[in-house]
């Protein structure tokens, strides 16, 4: 079993629509848990971190969180076309300083 | 600040032949990690070093790499002998403390290696 898993997509959503991007993690004494942004080409940028319970709001972004779950989502509102690219979750595992990468997941925003 | 500078942006070697990735991170940032990320299986921590000291180097994959960082504002990812396989995007990134809350990392903009 992958350590962090995330559906690859691509993950189709009209302009203006939510997109809802889901990451499962496997180990339960992880305490931090952050999305990342990779246009193509380019290299990964943060978007969110959360390391609570429920959910953390950053403008159109919201990230949740459900520890019991193991499982962290994000949400974009009124998705816009520059929202068009690939969203990696990563976990902090082990030591603090150490992040482990899903896959991640490839976003289309349709007009 | 310029953030996390790499180079070569890209490179293209034939197999065998010795690879060298350099990296300079930000400025005051006491971590340094080394990635590598392909479409199979993603983006992989190879190393990572705290005030010039590598902590964690479970991710490299063989002892055909190695990794150094001889001072703060510098360090080295090298393949020898290099095969076909290693090509991927080698990303460097730096954290101003370890990845705990509320602090990130911050990557450069990769180096395209392909090895023919």
């Known amino acids: 079993q992958k350590e962090v898993e995330q559906n690859s997509g691509p993950l189709s959503v009209p302009e203006g629509a939510i997109a809802s991007l889901n990451c499962t993690y496997s180990?339960?004494?992880?305490?931090?848990f952050f999305w990342y942004r990779q246009y193509s080409g380019k290299s990964p940028e943060l978007i969110m971190f959360?390391?609570?319970?429920g959910d953390k709001e950053d403008g159109r972004f919201t990230a949740q969180l459900n520890k019991a779950s193991q499982y962290v989502s994000l949400l974009i509102r009124d998705s816009q076309p520059s929202d068009s690219a690939t969203y990696l979750c990563?976990?902090?595992?082990?030591?603090?300083?150490?992040?482990?990468f899903g896959t991640g997941t490839r976003l289309q925003v349709t007009l | 600040d310029a953030g996390v500078i790499q180079s070569p942006r890209h490179e293209v070697t034939e197999m065998g032949q010795e690879v060298t990735l350099r990296c300079k991170p930000i400025?005051?940032?006491?971590?340094l990690f080394w990635y590598r990320q392909t479409m199979m299986r993603g983006l992989e921590l190879l190393i990572y070093?705290?005030?010039?000291?590598?902590i964690d180097d479970s991710g490299m994959p063989e002892d055909r790499f190695s990794a150094k960082m001889p001072n703060a504002s510098f360090s080295t990812l090298k393949i020898q002998p290099s095969e076909p396989r290693d090509s991927a995007v080698y990303f460097c990134a730096s954290s101003l403390w370890g990845v705990g809350a509320q602090e990130t990392q911050y990557f450069g903009p990769g180096t395209r290696l392909l090895v023919l």
């Open positions: 400025s005051g940032h006491d971590y």
């Open positions: 180990d339960r004494g992880s305490q931090s």
């Open positions: 959360i390391y609570s319970n």
């Open positions: 990563a976990v902090t595992t082990g030591t603090a300083s150490k992040l482990t």
């Open positions: 070093f705290n005030n010039n000291v590598p």
